[in-house]
């Protein structure tokens, strides 16, 4: 839209200069091309100011604005951000045998190092307070859901006009195949008992979770959000 009305602003410059200059001294090409140039010069002038208008009145003011907004959301969208990333690192130190770079992990890596969990039986990364003892891996990864989940709607409900795009990217987060999978196997097992459940139940759906951190980010980036947390 921004580039289209740029344009137009050229177009009217361009049509200025060349019915005042170059067409001012020139005979007339057709029947009524003095009117014509006359409609075209006014329209033009008009165009311009009115862009002229738009900028100082709008586009300085609401470009304020969303850096205003941009410096509020900012630490919430880190933090969610670093809430995304912390379990995938997490797991991936407690199962793959391999260095991993976050940045550049494959599907096919991905999926093979979560195959490997047990989310019932094996020991987590969070600790339970009081009694100082870990969560198992399922525990653990619901208990970042939670908390993903809990900053999302402290976004949401913060006193400022979020962007459509961010909104979209936070509720494909919150409403995610991989919440929807961790909220299901907890409505159904607490992630305790004697039952086991195999990482591959959140192959897939975590994957995709992994992909929508670097969505978010891109987001923030395109948009200069600054990023307030080092290691992202």
Do not use: C
């Amino acid at each position: 839209m921004k580039g289209i009305l740029v344009i137009l602003s050229g177009i009217s410059i361009f049509t200025i200069l060349i019915i005042k200059y170059l067409w001012a001294n020139e005979p007339e090409f057709w029947m009524y091309g003095e009117e014509t140039g006359d409609v075209l010069f006014d329209l033009s002038v008009g165009y311009i100011s009115a862009y002229i208008f738009y900028i100082i009145d709008i586009w300085i003011p609401g470009r304020k604005e969303q850096e205003r907004i941009n410096q509020r959301v900012a630490i919430p969208l880190s933090r969610l951000l670093n809430q995304i990333k912390s379990p995938i690192v997490e797991v991936n130190k407690l199962y793959s045998n391999d260095s991993f770079q976050f940045e550049n992990i494959s599907e096919n890596e991905f999926k093979k190092t979560l195959r490997k969990l047990d989310l019932v039986n094996d020991k987590g990364f969070i600790m339970a307070f009081p009694s100082n003892n870990y969560l198992n891996v399922g525990q653990s990864l619901y208990e970042n859901v939670s908390k993903v989940d809990s900053y999302i709607k402290q976004i949401n409900e913060m006193p400022v006009k979020l962007e459509f795009g961010l909104v979209e990217i936070l509720d494909k987060i919150k409403h995610s195949d991989y919440h929807e999978v961790m909220n299901s196997i907890s409505n159904l097992t607490n992630f305790s008992g004697y039952m086991s459940v195999n990482g591959e139940a959140i192959e897939g759906s975590m994957y995709k979770y992994y992909l929508l951190f670097f969505e978010l980010k891109e987001y923030m980036k395109t948009n200069k959000i600054p990023i307030t947390i080092s290691d992202l």
